[in-house]
């Protein structure tokens, strides 16, 4: 993530910080060896306070691309998977670089790394684009990761909100998604009592609590 005390957020794409994003991927490559992790999330960074995003863009744009295809390399090399994530700045941050899957993927497209993937972000998806079905259609061949939250609160699934996430589950199943989906979400409240919307979708689904099938049990 850069230093956030002096207000970064990665550093992927910002031009000059290139050491550094360089270190950084040495240390989390060494967490994510220790931990069995094989998932990276090189996260792009923000426009530097006081420049324009518009005339930075072409610079932005080299500097991520000359440091995906760095990470690539030195994570082909540990069998790791490295992670690209839209986040809205609408929102969230207004000034992260990337923002919309769209982008993310005419990026990965350029860089041209088998290994890097993208990270979607169901709640930064929303917020940009909307067209979530067709959106998970288009994209699930680029996703190596999704996460979830509701939209606007950014709380558990079943929090009242924009998305209905029993149907969203249902399509990314039918669509042969196998990954994992993160809960990027900020809890209302307890984390446990929270998860209460998990279990209740594997009822629905007749799964015992854990995912396990009724029936192999």
Not at 114 to 124: R, S, Y
């Amino acid at each position: 993530p850069g230093d956030p005390q002096a207000g970064e957020m990665g550093l992927a794409a910002v031009p000059g910080r290139e050491p550094a994003f360089r270190r950084g991927l040495a240390s989390a490559v060494q967490y994510a060896r220790a931990l069995g992790c094989h998932r990276i999330h090189l996260m792009a960074g923000r426009v530097p306070l006081g420049a324009d995003r518009a005339a930075m863009a072409n610079a932005m744009e080299t500097t991520f691309t000359e440091n995906l295809r760095y990470a690539a390399d030195l994570l082909a090399q540990e069998d790791m998977i490295g992670l690209v994530e839209p986040i809205n700045n609408r929102i969230t941050d207004p000034r992260y670089y990337l923002n919309t899957p769209q982008q993310a993927a005419a990026i990965l497209e350029k860089v041209g790394r088998p290994n890097l993937k993208l990270q979607l972000d169901i709640f930064h998806c929303q917020i940009m684009d909307g067209n979530l079905s067709r959106n998970l259609e288009m994209y699930l061949p680029l996703t190596g990761h999704i996460q979830i939250a509701q939209v606007p609160g950014r709380h558990e699934p079943d929090s009242p909100g924009e998305l209905n996430f029993p149907y969203i589950f249902n399509l990314l199943e039918s669509l042969g998604y196998s990954g994992y989906v993160g809960c990027e979400y900020a809890p209302k409240g307890d984390t446990l009592e929270g998860l209460g919307w998990l279990r209740s979708y594997w009822e629905s689904r007749g799964l015992q609590h854990g995912g396990t099938s009724k029936t192999a049990e």
